[in-house]
């Protein structure tokens, strides 16, 4: 079932048109914001900004660490920044900038990392971001936001630039599955409950979101009830919605196209040992780097399939049965 949902969603939408849309929305909303790019606009479809308001585009070259300080400048005098370039370049060569800059130095600057995941599939492992989501949770005061289609880049861009603080932006270079409609409200720190179910949730974020509802949808008809949450704010997460799928499903499944090292799987994962411990399984890349090809059959070759998202609720469901039998006959030698 090689697949990156063509079907029940609809057309697919470039995620990179999408921003670029939504930028020159953002700057004829609010003359504060401007773009930088590390000369790839072209790529990132940053450029539309660039030919609507070519006074408040910069761009530094390829010199990604420039780009950083560039944009903190530009935020100390009172702009809101938004950097591109590509996810990879962001979380490595400006890293140690990141961590000081914006995150230390608590700069209003926003980072749009292009081409996240397997995205840039032809470019290979280089250029494969797959440990950005854990490298930037790791810094104190950052924000991640990782949307699952064009519509929630539309609606989370505008917030993300209201934000105090630094952002992470993290966008899919590909055309995506639509799964949200018109009338959706995404709101940074809260996760989005799609579909409801009683036996185990999907916890979800990006281009694995539309992969989850299919899943649920495969297991539905196995007589399985999974709920499907969009987690797109991986910092700061939202532990209560997390507790409560806990506690109502009692098994979590996460999906991530990411390393399942540190992503949202780790944060789920951190979160439950505090909150509500229950059996947790973690779809990903296996701690391994990725090889070139093309992207749908990098996510499915990757442990990132539908069916890897239905064999993840499978195996969950047998721990969740196991650890209840054992909690029983725990119970049942205590009481006895």
């Given amino acids: 079932m090689a697949s990156l949902i063509r079907n029940p969603f609809g057309q697919p939408i470039m995620m990179r048109r999408a921003y670029g849309d939504a930028l020159v929305a953002l700057g004829h909303a609010r003359k504060d914001v401007v773009v930088l790019s590390a000369d790839v606009s072209s790529s990132d479809y940053s450029n539309m900004f660039e030919q609507s308001f070519p006074d408040r585009f910069f761009n530094v070259g390829i010199a990604e660490p420039a780009l950083v300080d560039a944009a903190v400048g530009l935020a100390n005098s009172g702009l809101v920044p938004i950097v591109n370039t590509f996810a990879f370049l962001i979380a490595t060569r400006a890293l140690e900038m990141v961590r000081t800059h914006l995150c230390y130095g608590q700069a209003n600057v ?43 880049v539309t609606k989370l861009l505008p917030q993300i630039a209201a934000w105090e603080g630094p952002v992470y932006l993290r966008l899919c ?72 799928c806990a506690r109502e499903t009692g098994a979590i499944v996460t999906a991530e196209e990411h390393t399942i090292v540190g ?74």
């Fill in 173 to 244: 270079r590909n055309e995506v599955p639509q799964i949200h409609t018109d009338d959706c409200d995404p709101q940074i720190g809260k996760g989005i409950t799609l579909v409801d179910g009683d036996d185990a949730t999907i916890i979800a974020c990006g281009v694995l979101v539309a992969r989850s509802l299919q899943a649920a949808e495969v297991l539905r008809h196995e007589g399985i009830s999974t709920r499907v949450v969009d987690m797109h704010t991986i910092k700061p997460l939202d532990v209560e919605l997390v507790e409560s």
């Fill in 110 to 152: 926003k980072l749009a990392g292009a081409y996240a995941g397997l995205s840039d599939s032809f470019d290979g492992p280089t250029h494969h971001s797959i440990t950005d989501i854990a490298i930037f949770r790791s810094l104190p005061r950052m924000t991640i936001v990782v949307p699952a289609d064009s519509l929630s």
């Fill in 263 to 336: 992503g949202l799987g780790g944060a789920i994962a951190e979160c439950l040992a505090d909150v509500c411990p229950v059996p947790v399984e973690r779809v990903g890349l296996d701690d391994t780097f990725a090889e070139c090809g093309p992207y749908l059959d990098l996510l499915d070759k990757y442990g990132m399939s539908v069916e890897a998202i239905v064999g993840a609720v499978r195996r969950i469901l047998n721990r969740k049965s196991a650890s209840r039998k054992l909690e029983n006959h725990s119970e049942a030698t205590q009481n006895a």
